[in-house]
C-alpha cells in the first residue's frame, strides 16, 4: 500500500469568501484535510487550467453529491 499523498481540487460557484470568482480548494487525499492553496477564476474552464499547471494529475471530475454544500461544483482528483 502506497502511503504518497495526493491533492483533492474542490470547487466551489462563488463561495462567501470570494463573491465574484469562482474557486478551487486543494486538499490532501491522505487527511483530508484543507491546505493553504487556493485558485481562484472566472470560470470553471479557467481554474482547471491553473490545476492542470500546478497538478497535472488531477484529471478526473466527480460531481457534487445531493448532500454537499450548494456552492460545491464538484471534485478533481
Not at 462563488?14 to 484543507?34: I, L
Not at 472566472?42 to 453529491?65: H, W, Y
Request: glycine share 6%; hydrophobic share 40%.
Amino acid at each position: 500500500m502506497s502511503t504518497e499523498d495526493f491533492n483533492i481540487w474542490t470547487l466551489y460557484d462563488h463561495p462567501a469568501d470570494f463573491p465574484d470568482s469562482y474557486v478551487a480548494r486543494r486538499f490532501s487525499g491522505m487527511t483530508g484535510k484543507a491546505t493553504d492553496q487556493t485558485i481562484i477564476g472566472e470560470t470553471p474552464g479557467e481554474i482547471l487550467v491553473k490545476i492542470q499547471a500546478v497538478d497535472p494529475n488531477a484529471c478526473m471530475f466527480i460531481p457534487r453529491s445531493p448532500n454537499d454544500d450548494p456552492v460545491i461544483m464538484g471534485t478533481w482528483i
